[in-house]
């Protein structure tokens, strides 16, 4: 018999602002909170931070580029949870920019994390997610440099209203493989891989959104964000925000609720900075 206690996922998250997101759900959520990493003597490194704090989240072992692990979190929220309340992708990579590592292999692995990572774990969680379910897409401030570096052409299909998941994935997949030719600036490409790794983020989540308001579950809504330049092993010890401070608007869309004092929709399918809504064009 399954659990009727409610559960939130935070990928990435032994340590930054996955760490912070973890614990804010830990003060703030009625349920079980999930904290997952690659490497589970890293997990249990966190969690015993946790537990030293009088905090209690649950471990999980988690590779979001690996379809057993992915699968295995799965099972293990239906058996103990019933299915998932709160999902936030937040595990991704970024290459130092004075990486020695080729760009075409840059592109490959941080679309292959940042990006394909985010769909792998979405395509397994997303049909146990319960009615009234959050999920939270970490984008980047980068992404919308990215996009203004692009070409017209590349703009014009990333603005496109109607662009489907399939012409998003393809348009992904074209990018690594103009990096590997080693044609990505001149076929119109930024030639930031992060970026566009989190451009492609934002844009799924506005494509997840529009399958969620056809969706038999009540009130779903997925939202991406920008948590801001953060003082993390990737951000750098020179980034202007704390780990604290980056969680801050990812944990209010993982808890958005009709709390917020408005008769209006909450907002779906958007892109955020410090908890406001921004438009790209």
């Known amino acids: 018999m399954t659990s009727t206690c409610r559960a939130a996922v935070v990928t990435g998250s032994n340590v930054g602002i996955g760490f912070e997101i973890v614990k804010n759900l830990c003060r703030q959520f009625d349920g079980d909170v999930y904290l997952t990493s690659i ?6 490194a966190a969690i015993k931070i946790f537990q030293d704090s009088g905090f209690s989240p649950k471990l ?16 293990s929220l239906v058996s103990n949870n019933g299915g998932l309340d ?11 920019k004075d990486s020695k590592v080729p760009f075409s292999e840059q592109a490959a692995k941080t679309l292959q994390t940042n990006f394909w990572g985010v769909v792998n774990v979405c395509d397994a969680l997303f049909p146990i ?3 009234h379910a959050r999920v939270v897409n970490i984008s980047s401030q980068l992404a919308k440099k990215s996009f203004e570096e692009c070409s017209e052409t590349w703009r014009s299909l990333f ?22 030719k080693g044609k990505a600036e001149v076929e119109g490409w930024s030639t930031h891989s992060y970026g566009i790794s989190k ?15 056809n969706d038999p579950r009540k009130d779903i809504i997925v939202n991406s964000c920008n948590p801001g330049w953060t003082r993390t092993q990737m951000g750098g010890p020179n980034a202007t925000k704390s780990p604290e401070e980056g969680a ?12 917020l004092d408005t008769q209006d929709p909450l907002p779906r399918g958007k892109f955020w900075e410090e908890r406001t809504v921004q438009e790209w064009w």
């Open 39 to 44: 490497e589970k003597e890293d997990g249990e």
């Open 60 to 75: 999980h072992q988690l590779d979001v580029n690996d379809t057993g692990s992915v699968n295995a979190l799965k099972h």
């Open 86 to 96: 709160i999902l936030v992708n937040n595990a991704a990579i970024m290459y130092k």
């Open 129 to 131: 997610l319960h009615p």
């Open 159 to 180: 603005q496109d209203s109607n662009l489907s998941k399939e012409k998003l994935f393809q348009m992904m997949k074209q990018f690594v493989c103009d990096a590997e």
């Open 199 to 213: 451009l492609g983020v934002m844009l799924l989540t506005q494509i997840q959104q529009k399958d969620f308001d």
């Open 248 to 259: 801050d608007t990812p944990t209010f869309l993982a808890l958005l609720s009709s709390a």
